[in-house]
T-cell receptor, first 109, second 116 residues
Framework: GQQLNQSPQSMFIQEGEDVSMNCTSS?????WLWYKQDPGEGPVLLIA?????ELTSNGRLTAQFGITRKDSFLNISASIPSDVGIYFC?????????FGAGTRLTVKP | GAVVSQHPSWVICKSGTSVKIECRSL??????MFWYRQFPKQSLMLMAT?????????EQGVEKDKFLINHASLTLSTLTVTSAHPEDSSFYIC????????????FGDGTRLSIL
């Protein structure tokens, strides 16, 4: 399907720093999802959001479903080396799921 | 829970060979599974929706005779790349959802296909 607008494309940060990435769309979605993909593996679900305005945390990760239902952000606090990878946002309506282009995160120890 | 297994994880074969990739939901039943293709440093592109007991729904531009999908049971969908050529080399990933609706999708570990 068509891609969402995900930014930034890549980030180079120091261990311990906080990270923020976001996705926007011209379309409304009922569900926003954030995945992480390591090289040579499939994406792993990090956080699923089902309600506009919803703020959900998973450990050091926090994601929000935008109130307009057209955007979402993901924050990672106190980054560690194993946070390295590609983060994808996905917006979904029933069986129509669209992915962002991904944010490639590099964490320098 | 919600484990999706894909096999094989890596295939290298000669041009003209047909390759079958399996996607299994290990701890749940899935009436619908999805097949994606991913090129290096790019996002996932949906190829087709696999429906148990009926024909798959293909995205625009995806040749159904080239990429055969069979969803014969509630836990298994297969993707066969027929008469594969070097341009078919890619990372193929399947997904399925254990929920009543289609979300959230859980992904297999992917299959790296290399056609020589």
């Amino acid at each position: 399907g068509q891609q969402l607008n995900q930014s930034p494309q890549s980030m180079f940060i120091q261990e311990g720093e906080d990270v923020s990435m976001n996705c926007t769309s011209s379309s409304i979605f009922n569900t926003w999802l954030w995945y992480k993909q390591d090289p040579g593996e499939g994406p792993v679900l990090l956080i699923a959001l089902y309600k506009a305005g919803e703020l959900t945390s998973n450990g050091r990760l926090t994601a929000q479903f935008g109130i307009t239902r057209k955007d979402s952000f993901l924050n990672i606090s106190a980054s560690i080396p194993s946070d390295v990878g590609i983060y994808f946002c996905a917006g979904a309506n029933n069986n129509d799921m669209r992915f962002g282009a991904g944010t490639r995160l590099t964490v320098k120890p | 829970g919600a484990v999706v297994s894909q096999h094989p994880s890596w295939v290298i074969c000669k041009s003209g060979t047909s390759v079958k990739i399996e996607c299994r939901s290990l701890d749940f039943q899935a009436t619908t599974m999805f097949w994606y293709r991913q090129f290096p440093k790019q996002s996932l592109m949906l190829m087709a929706t696999s429906n148990e007991g009926s024909k798959a729904t293909y995205e625009q531009g995806v040749e159904k005779d080239k990429f055969l999908i069979n969803h014969a049971s509630l836990t298994l969908s297969t993707l066969t790349v027929t008469s594969a050529h070097p341009e078919d080399s890619s990372f193929y990933i399947c997904s399925a959802s254990p929920g009543q609706g289609y979300q959230p999708q859980h992904f297999g570990d992917g299959t790296r296909l290399s056609i020589l």
